[in-house]
Nanobody
Framework: QVQLVESGGGLVQAGGSLRLSCAAS????????MGWYRQAPGKQRELVARISSDDSTNYDDSVKGRFTISRDNPKNTVYLQMNSLKPEDTAVYYCSIFLRGSSAWGNYWGQGTQVTVSS
């Protein structure tokens, strides 16, 4: 079994910062892509940022220059540093990790953490 546990969400004023963490545990043999998605009320889930096993990164245009994704491979953890937050960043943030567990490759999701940015 594989579990993803997120932490770091909360309420912050516009212009503030938050750091999200997502740690994977269980029968993990290899991790490939790690990413963060978000879903605002009434909207579809969207990709925020992702990082590959070679540390190459991709960002949604709306967060470029403000958010930074990173990973700690020995800890099976992915982070999202969010700076200069805006009210439109308010959403539930989900981590997603593509990994090989005990039997096969699969995509796993965290439980979601609420980020609320007040104006």
């Amino acid at each position: 079994q594989v579990q993803l546990v997120e932490s770091g969400g909360g309420l912050v004023q516009a212009g503030g910062s938050l750091r999200l963490s997502c740690a994977a545990s269980g029968s993990i043999f290899r991790i490939s892509v790690m990413g963060w998605y978000r879903q605002a009320p009434g909207k579809q889930r969207e990709l925020v940022a992702r990082i590959s096993s070679d540390d190459s990164t991709n960002y949604d245009d709306s967060v470029k220059g403000r958010f930074t994704i990173s990973r700690d491979n020995p800890k099976n953890t992915v982070y999202l540093q969010m700076n200069s937050l805006k009210p439109e960043d308010t959403a539930v943030y989900y981590c997603s990790i593509f990994l090989r567990g005990s039997s096969a490759w699969g995509n796993y999701w965290g439980q979601g953490t609420q980020v609320t940015v007040s104006s």
